[in-house]
């Protein structure tokens, strides 16, 4: 299979080191992967392996892609278009690719894109102009109140300049997620709202590691390099933050205050933060207004095996965050990295938290105080034997969750599902010509009296396609009710708090209710199908 990855970030950003990763795992499997990345570093410098890998930075010539990239792109002729994260770079990217290859097309998300909408470029933005992309159908209204809310100038700026906007962009949000066959989410909580929001297959695809590679021994106190360098002794308490700070990262503070609790307790605990900070004047303001300034090290960026050695040889690794949207859903790199080298961690029992045991794995913070996280850390710092035991507890967890080769394998599976749906996609478009939400509506005003006329009180949808998903943006077929949407394949829950079922679920068919095949496109084949699964009282919509 060819594999078209596309980030929107430099290659040496978390979440793109992670793409080759499995970039390089994919290949090793057999398949061919073409990785596009926004950045100037080079993969060679990145990783020790950046050679065997064929990436191309993003390009722009004006408005489109630079014609050597695009045809790079066709060329390798991808089967699948796979987008990490929905920020602007990336998403013209792949959209691009989209129009030029007819791929299908996978999204991986992992943050709350409303809120980093939201909050990215430091203001409050408001998010309702994505939410409107979240409908089943995306009519003529909804296109003009999504254009409506969003200003003339800021789509003419960034259109003639891509780089000048590096966060989500609404129009090509509401194009991507109406265009994807599926979704890939990076932890349990995103997978769930995906599931819920878009009703399309998720599969779960979290940061994934050699831990073959990985040491999680603990480096000696008296023979680490770097608390020789911070001129933090081995007798003292080392606690390390790795990870950046964005304009959408508004809970830094909760640490802040944390930490210096810890501090005015406990003398001999420092903090050690790596990572890019967007907000490094208010966070030293703040650092210096509760008198822990000269507590903490930032060093900034540094490379991953800079990272890894520095987390080594700290004490404990803490991961503070609100409990909102934002951190609920989302699994920050540092956490499975940090459980994979065996260091001890503070995190929030909320969101990835709820897959870890309390004192086992990990010590889990419920609360949005200073005070429970400073005690959280507290019962770290004050208890080696502790720290020893959540290490290892986080260390098997790391191997059961974030195994790089299990993780490829199940993604390799569920590729070829998705594959293999927009190949029957791609064979059924065009069988009979799609009718308009006019004929649709219509065509139920004779459908709907007739089933009632009949006595059917219930009606069962059948499939959970497009065509379906059109009907519920229009109508709930009063007055009969809507028991069940029935689909072949069943990967999705629900649809707008219908639920969906395998055939097998609705035997037998009670005699007042009725099976609408919900098609405009091959409306006789699933007449067929629906008889085949024995599905009785089985109508269409189209004469």
Request: aromatic share 8%; hydrophobic share 45%; net charge neutral.
């Amino acid at each position: 299979m060819n594999v078209l990855l596309v980030s929107h970030t430099a290659l040496k950003a978390a979440c793109t080191l992670n793409m080759l990763e499995l970039a390089r795992e994919l290949q090793k499997k057999g398949h061919k992967v073409l990785l596009l990345y926004a950045g100037d570093d080079e993969p060679a410098a990145v990783v020790p392996y950046g050679a065997e890998l064929n990436c191309r930075r993003i390009v722009f010539g004006s408005v489109w892609l630079a014609r050597e990239l695009k045809r790079a792109v066709t060329q390798f002729d991808p089967d699948l278009i796979h987008l990490w994260g929905m920020r602007h770079i990336g998403q013209r990217a792949a959209f691009e690719a989209l129009v030029a290859t007819g791929a299908a097309l996978v999204l991986h998300w992992e943050d709350d894109e409303y809120w980093v909408y939201r909050y990215d470029g430091g203001t409050e933005a408001d998010d309702s102009v994505l939410r409107l992309a979240d409908r089943p159908f995306l009519t003529a209204g909804v296109v003009r109140e999504i254009l409506s809310r969003v200003s003339v100038e800021s789509l003419y700026r960034t259109w003639m300049n891509p780089f000048s906007y590096i966060s989500v962009h609404p129009l090509f949000f509401a194009a991507l997620t109406h265009s994807a066959t599926a979704f890939t989410a990076i932890w349990h909580p995103l997978e769930r709202f995906l599931d819920s929001t878009f009703g399309r297959p998720v599969c779960l695809l979290p940061p994934g590691y050699r831990l073959e590679a990985m040491a999680s021994q603990p480096i000696p106190a008296a023979d680490d390099p770097w608390r020789r360098k911070l001129d933090i002794k081995p007798e003292d308490v080392m606690v390390v933050s790795s990870g950046s700070l964005y304009d959408f990262s508004i809970d830094f503070h909760l640490w802040l205050q944390a930490f210096a609790r810890v501090v005015k307790q406990r003398a001999n605990v420092y903090l050690v933060l790596c990572g890019y900070n967007r907000r490094m004047q208010e966070f030293k303001a703040l650092a210096d207004s509760l008198g822990v300034l000269n507590r903490i090290h930032m060093l900034g960026y540094l490379p991953k095996s800079d990272v890894q050695a520095l987390v080594r040889g700290s004490d404990v690794a803490i991961c503070p965050g609100e409990r909102n949207s934002f951190n609920r859903l989302r699994l920050p790199s540092r956490i499975p990295e940090c459980m994979a080298l065996g260091k001890p961690m503070v995190l929030s029992s909320d969101g990835f938290g709820e897959s870890l045991v309390q004192g086992q794995d990990a010590v889990l913070v419920d609360s949005d105080s200073p005070d429970a996280w400073a005690d959280g850390l507290l019962r770290l710092v004050d208890d080696r034997a502790l720290r020893e035991r959540v290490g290892s507890g986080g260390r098997k967890k790391a191997e059961e969750f974030f195994d790089i080769h299990r993780i490829a394998e199940r993604l390799i599976a569920f590729y070829a599902d998705v594959a293999e749906r927009h190949r029957a996609q791609q064979t059924v478009t065009g069988l009979e010509p799609n009718r308009s939400d006019k004929q649709m509506l219509q065509a139920l005003l004779t459908v709907v009296p007739d089933l009632v006329s009949r006595g059917f009180k219930s009606v069962y949808l059948y499939p959970a396609g497009t065509h379906t998903r059109r009907l519920l943006a229009l109508t709930r077929l009063e007055p009969l009710n809507i028991c069940g949407i029935i689909d072949d394949f069943s990967e999705v829950k629900s649809i707008d708090g219908i639920p969906v079922l395998k055939p097998a679920e609705c035997l037998p068919v009670p005699a007042d209710t009725a099976v609408l095949v919900s098609s405009d496109s091959i409306q006789g084949k699933l007449v067929s199908a629906a008889d085949r699964h024995g599905l009785s009282n089985v109508f269409g919509i189209y004469q």
